[in-house]
Nanobody
Framework: QVQLVESGGGLVQPGGSLRLSCVAS????????MGWYRQAPGKQRELVAA???????NYKDSVKGRFTISRDNANNTVYLQVNSLKPEDTDVYYC??????????????WGQGTQVTVSS
């Protein structure tokens, strides 16, 4: 069994910052890509940022220069530093990881989501 647990969301004013964290635990052999997605009510979940096991990152165009994804492989953790927040960044943010376990390779796992609200 694998779990992803997110933290760090909250209410912030426009221009503010947050740091989202996601820790993977369980019967993990290794983790491939990790990433952050976001979803607004009634809309499709979209990729915000992703990072490979080797540290290569890619971002949604609208967050480039404002968001930074990083990971700590030793602790199975991925972070998303979100700066210069805008009201349109308000969403539920979900952590994703593609994980190799002792039984299966390359399985996608999701966290429960953390709410980010940008409002004055």
């Amino acid at each position: 069994q694998v779990q992803l647990v997110e933290s760090g969301g909250g209410l912030v004013q426009p221009g503010g910052s947050l740091r989202l964290s996601c820790v993977a635990s369980g019967s993990i052999v290794s983790i491939n890509a990790m990433g952050w997605y976001r979803q607004a009510p009634g809309k499709q979940r979209e990729l915000v940022a992703a990072i490979t096991s080797g540290g290569r990152a890619n971002y949604k165009d609208s967050v480039k220069g404002r968001f930074t994804i990083s990971r700590d492989n030793a602790n199975n953790t991925v972070y998303l530093q979100v700066n210069s927040l805008k009201p349109e960044d308000t969403d539920v943010y979900y952590c994703h990881a593609n994980i190799n376990t002792y039984l299966h390779r390359g399985t996608d796992y999701w966290g429960q989501g953390t709410q980010v609200t940008v409002s004055s």
